[in-house]
């Protein structure tokens, strides 16, 4: 799988949009751009995945720069319950494929 | 959403015995899950992939005589900590995917395991 780089932390005020960078500038023609996001002690929850177009839906939307090199997935109204830590992972779509987690970024929803 | 079940939610237990934890997936068959470990502070690291009827598939470092691994049905599988230590305490976490819905993994809610 490509890898992938992102902001170790960041903070959004309640209300705004939250626009979380990733950077995956290995990724080869058949990998995905996945976003998982995981609340303190609880397991990861899908967010959004795309190939190479913009993705949304009731959860956030995902911007794919045309040469697939970067991402952002936005949530558009942030709430305090949208602090957790945000992951972006490339793979390929396919029975059997796990995912390999990197860092992610730690998403701060402050009042 | 599909919907991928932990039990039990957290488990402490003294050093030197077993522990099983399940992984069920509630409405649809997975012929995959994985398992996950999470120490605190740190990202998941894929501990193994468990296929149903087969032998399960371990990450290097991971000792399989340790993490024993069923998976013996569609619809479940189970991780048992044998011998527990201290450094065995974490959060265990499973994920499956449902053949139909090519791409999204769904999680458990994760296991918590404290060994004293």
């Known amino acids: 799988d490509a890898k992938t780089t992102q902001p170790p932390s960041m903070d959004c005020a309640e209300g705004r949009a939250a626009n979380l960078p990733c950077n995956h500038s290995?990724?080869?023609?058949?990998?995905?751009v996945y976003w998982y996001r995981q609340i303190h002690s609880q397991g990861p929850q899908y967010i959004i995945h795309g190939l190479k177009n913009n993705e949304t839906n009731e959860m956030a939307s995902l911007i794919i720069t045309e040469d697939r090199k970067s991402s952002t997935l936005i949530l558009p109204h942030a709430t305090l319950r949208d602090t957790a830590v945000y992951y972006c992972?490339?793979?390929?779509?396919?029975?059997?494929?796990?995912?390999?987690f990197g860092g992610g970024t730690r998403l701060m929803v402050k009042p | 959403g599909a919907v991928v079940s932990q039990h039990p939610s957290w488990v402490i237990c003294k050093s030197g015995t077993s522990v099983k934890i399940e992984c069920r997936s509630l409405?649809?068959?997975?012929?995959?899950m994985f398992w996950y470990r999470q120490f605190p502070k740190q990202s998941l690291m894929l501990m193994a992939t468990s296929n149903e009827g087969s032998k399960a598939t371990y990450e290097q470092g991971v000792e399989k005589d340790k993490f024993l691994i069923n998976h013996a049905s569609l619809t479940l599988s189970t991780l048992t900590v044998t011998s527990a230590h201290p450094e065995d305490s974490s959060f265990y976490i499973c994920s499956a995917r449902p053949g139909s819905r090519a791409g999204e993994l769904f999680f458990g809610e994760g296991s918590r395991l404290t060994v004293l």
């Open positions: 409405d649809f068959q997975a012929t995959t």
């Open positions: 290995t990724i080869s023609g058949n990998e995905y």
């Open positions: 992972i490339v793979r390929v779509a396919g029975a059997g494929n796990m995912l390999t």
